[in-house]
């Protein structure tokens, strides 16, 4: 297994590989690094390190660290307070915890763990870098502040999701007891959440629905967040650009109904049960360009049926003025999660 590979495909830093070359990965425009730092002088002065944080002849903080499969490797131009090494020693460990996941499972699942651990490494990207521009500039605005404040605690969360989905996928944890939980505080936390990001190179526009059920609760796993994620993270993947993206959450006496409503791509009749089976995607969606899987639905289902409910889809075609089938149709997904009687209101 080659696991030097593997790390470069999630990190999300520049960094220099000892004593047998340089790896030099692609540079966020948020933090660019000079190439000062992968100078001859820079490099002897890494080789030479002991390991940890150390001050480089740039006088830039930098960490040398011996990973776990023996390759030795240097970070340069990083934080110079505490907390940026936290931030940085706590998004490393993610990507060594990631590593393993893929390490341990069989070919059809490692293409399936790198989907999730790509989407992780945007998001650690997104922390590292709002992160560092809140400790290197002290002149923000109160406005700009929160901001970068809150795209570091949301794109946290969101990282959270993802690897809360990947031990799912994997198994790797035991699936925790069910305890009483609100799902309507799970769906409005992953809508600010995803509102954050907002997928913003799409420009998809989410709007927030929601009925009488804000206290009612039902017995869930700590897990239950993933439901609102993987129907939001659907319907905003295959959504075109510009739509808008709704999530809803009703109660009737005995159940409490959820869902997400968007524009998706055409899912054929004989299609419409397939598309909840593991590697499976619509042939539609595949000729969407958009990258995926075929797992997120899947293990949606799995995660309804848990909690002992129902997962329903359906999609009105629409055509042009001419008559032809358009790209996109009106897609809804429908949760129906039953109310435990001790919950139902009198």
């Known amino acids: 297994m080659n696991y030097q590979a593997i790390f470069e495909s999630i990190s999300s830093f520049d960094f220099i590989l000892l004593p047998d070359g340089i790896v030099k990965k692609t540079q966020s ?3 660019p690094i000079s190439d000062d730092f992968f100078s001859l002088r820079q490099i002897s002065f890494y080789k030479t390190a002991q390991d940890g944080w150390i001050t480089c002849p740039r006088g830039a903080e930098c960490l040398i660290w011996n990973s776990p499969w023996g390759t030795k490797l240097a970070f340069p131009g990083l934080f110079k307070n505490k907390i940026g090494k936290k931030f940085f020693e706590s998004i490393l460990k993610s990507n060594i915890n990631a590593i393993n996941i893929i390490t341990n499972e069989s070919n059809e699942a490692n293409t399936r763990a790198r989907q999730h651990l790509h989407e992780i490494r945007g998001l650690n ?186 997962i329903e889809f359906e999609q009105a075609t629409s055509k042009t003025p001419a008559g032809t089938l358009n790209s996109h149709h009106p897609t809804t997904f429908r949760v129906t999660l039953p109310i435990p009687t001790q919950f139902q209101r009198a």
């Not at 997928?199 to 526009?205: A, I, L, Q």
């Not at 159940?255 to 909840?276: R, V």
Request: proline content about 4%; some cysteine.
């Open 29 to 31: 425009p948020l933090f």
């Open 125 to 310: 990207s997104v922390i590292y870098h709002a992160a560092y521009a809140l400790a290197q500039n002290q002149d923000f605005s109160y406005r700009d502040r929160n901001e970068k404040v809150g795209n570091i605690l949301h794109g946290s969360e969101l990282s959270k999701l993802r690897l809360d989905l990947a031990d799912f996928t994997y198994k790797n944890t035991p699936l925790p007891t069910k305890k009483p939980y609100i799902p309507y505080q799970a769906f409005e936390s992953v809508y600010r959440i995803m509102q954050s990001f907002s997928y913003k190179d799409k420009n998809v526009r989410l709007n927030w629905r929601a009925g009488n059920s804000n206290t009612t609760q039902i017995m869930a796993i700590n897990g239950f967040k993933l439901i609102p994620f993987l129907l939001l993270d659907n319907a905003i993947k295959y959504s075109p650009e510009g739509a808008s993206v709704e999530i809803f959450v009703q109660e009737s006496s005995k159940n409490i109904t959820c869902g997400a409503k968007s524009l998706g791509p055409l899912i054929e009749d004989d299609e419409k049960t397939k598309i909840f089976e593991l590697g499976y995607r619509g042939t539609h969606a595949q000729k969407s360009g958009q990258g995926g899987s075929g797992i997120g639905l899947y293990y949606l289902k799995q995660l309804v049926e848990l909690h002992d409910g129902l």
